[in-house]
């Protein structure tokens, strides 16, 4: 039997935005190798499989078992990817808005789709508990010397951390917006240093206003040179903003994403006071 393989875009209602994934509904009988080839063949920096549910996790017909491939390899969670999917299924199933349930390499993610007064459809995702980690000054220097970022164009509002909500990623702050949009990296040199921390992307942030942020992700890991919207890294920011006092414990956070590549995007971040897990929704559209 052939594989269905859908293509949604993630924080974009425009199929032309936000950042496109992978969708395989019914991945019963699919190998890791072949994951991973169709993934490839793809080559959106994520593709989302799914089968049966552990016992016992939620309802029937709304709670998946999801795994995450990029062109490279299985990564532990994939936030734009799971936005698709569940607006996928929302769609293609007929489950319709309501709640869903995703278990994932990183762990339980519920998410909760919703349609707009126009009939668009978003999906928030809850990410798993989120934490982060310093980062030693010799594997900063790396990380700047693969960006070509000299230490001055640094914003010293943002210290360096390795943030996690899923996956790792290495937060910068970069001091002007002029600094964010020339990203020319050593693809190579910045992906051996990521492999060698575990990073799934490194996250670099420019702060436009208080709760408003221009971010970008390179994914050389993941065998693309930038990821145009991503989920995993939002939360992981979320996590990290609010751990270092850079927003209130209770906000909404919108972070514009895409536009340098062309592929605009614009993912909404929840902090919730009393609750250490971060939020992270938009809208999806199908590619036809």
């Given at each position: 039997?052939?594989?269905?393989?859908?293509?949604?875009?993630?924080?974009?209602?425009?199929?032309?935005?936000?950042?496109?994934?992978?969708?395989?509904?019914?991945?019963?009988?699919?190998?890791?190798?072949?994951?991973?080839?169709?993934?490839?063949?793809?080559?959106?920096?994520?593709?989302?499989?799914?089968?049966?549910?552990?016992?016992g996790?939620?309802?029937?017909?709304?709670?998946?078992?999801?795994?995450?491939?990029?062109?490279?390899?299985?990564?532990?969670?994939?936030?734009?990817?799971?936005?698709?999917?569940?607006?996928?299924?929302?769609?293609?199933?007929?489950?319709?808005?309501g709640?869903?349930?995703?278990a994932?390499?990183?762990?339980?993610?519920?998410?909760?789709?919703?349609?707009?007064?126009?009939?668009?459809?978003?999906?928030?995702?809850?990410?798993?508990?989120?934490?982060?980690?310093?980062?030693?000054a010799?594997?900063?220097?790396?990380?700047?010397?693969?960006?070509?970022?000299?230490?001055?164009?640094?914003?010293?509002?943002?210290?360096?951390?390795?943030?996690?909500?899923?996956?790792?990623?290495?937060?910068?702050?970069?001091?002007?917006?002029?600094?964010?949009a020339?990203?020319?990296?050593?693809?190579?040199?910045?992906?051996?240093?990521?492999?060698?921390?575990?990073?799934?992307?490194?996250?670099?942030?420019?702060?436009?206003?208080?709760?408003?942020?221009?971010?970008?992700?390179?994914?050389?890991v993941?065998?693309?040179?930038?990821?145009?919207?991503?989920?995993?890294?939002?939360?992981?920011?979320?996590?990290?903003?609010?751990?270092?006092?850079?927003?209130?414990?209770?906000?909404?956070?919108?972070?514009?994403q895409?536009?340098?590549?062309?592929?605009?995007?614009?993912?909404?971040?929840?902090?919730?006071?009393?609750?250490?897990?971060?939020?992270?929704?938009?809208?999806?559209?199908?590619?036809?």
């Open positions: 039997m052939a594989t269905e393989i859908l293509r949604y875009t993630a924080f974009s209602a425009d199929p032309a935005g936000g950042n496109p994934a992978g969708v395989v509904l019914d991945a019963r009988g699919l190998g890791e190798a072949r994951m991973l080839e169709i993934a490839a063949e793809l080559g959106y920096s994520e593709t989302a499989f799914l089968t049966a549910p552990p016992e996790l939620g309802e029937e017909g709304r709670a998946f078992t999801v795994r995450y491939f990029s062109p490279k390899a299985e990564v532990p969670f994939c936030g734009h990817a799971t936005v698709a999917t569940a607006i996928a299924l929302a769609e293609r199933q007929r489950t319709g808005p709640e869903l349930v995703f994932t390499r990183a762990g339980t993610v519920p998410v909760s789709v919703t349609a707009d007064e126009d009939g668009g459809l978003r999906a928030t995702l809850t990410s798993v508990e989120p934490h982060l980690e310093e980062i030693g010799a594997d900063l220097a790396e990380a700047l010397a693969a960006l070509d970022w000299p230490a001055a164009d640094l914003d010293p509002a943002f210290p360096p951390k390795v943030a996690y909500a899923g996956a790792r990623h290495l937060v910068l702050g970069a001091a002007t917006r002029e600094r964010l020339d990203l020319s990296y050593d693809f190579a040199r910045l992906e051996a240093l990521m492999r060698r921390l575990d990073l799934t992307t490194v996250q670099l942030v420019h702060r436009a206003a208080p709760d408003v942020f221009h971010v970008r992700d390179p994914f050389p993941g065998g693309v040179v930038e990821d145009p919207a991503t989920g995993a890294a939002a939360a992981a920011f979320g996590a990290y903003a609010r751990e270092l006092g850079l927003v209130p414990d209770e906000a909404v956070l919108t972070l514009h895409g536009a340098d590549m062309g592929r605009p995007g614009v993912l909404s971040v929840e902090l919730r006071a009393g609750d250490s897990r971060v939020r992270v929704g938009g809208a999806g559209a199908r590619i036809l």
